[in-house]
């Protein structure tokens, strides 16, 4: 498969400069979720300490919007998680208990 030149040019530049890469994460896991009530990527754990956890994101949150882009799957929101920017906050909505919340997170490096 081809990997788009905008990709591949910024990590073959961190490779050359730092010898490493450094991606965004939230610090969950999560499984897709479609049902009658919500879609998006539910939340099966949080790491202690890490973005989510300090943007109030509790397990069995369903993920529906970052950066605002819809979130209808789990492979969207590590899309999403990837594409954002480390140490940018970036705002997200997310389903909890039949109500739907707005925050904002802050990726951090992995």
């Known amino acids: 498969f081809a990997i788009p030149i905008n990709d591949a040019k910024p990590i073959a530049e961190a490779l050359i400069r730092d010898g490493t890469v450094n991606h965004p994460q939230i610090g969950v896991n999560v499984s897709s979720v479609r049902n009658e009530r919500v879609l998006g990527a539910q939340v099966r754990n949080v790491v202690s300490g890490g973005p989510a956890e300090r943007a109030g994101v509790r397990e069995n949150d369903v993920i529906t919007s970052f950066n605002n882009r819809a979130i209808e799957s789990a492979d969207e929101l590590n899309v999403a998680?990837?594409?954002?920017?480390?140490?940018?906050?970036?705002?997200?909505e997310y389903?909890?208990?039949?109500?739907?919340?707005?925050?904002?997170i802050t990726p951090a490096s992995d």
């Open 81 to 92: 998680i990837r594409t954002a920017k480390i140490g940018q906050e970036v705002p997200f």
């Open 95 to 104: 389903w909890r208990d039949g109500r739907t919340f707005k925050g904002t």
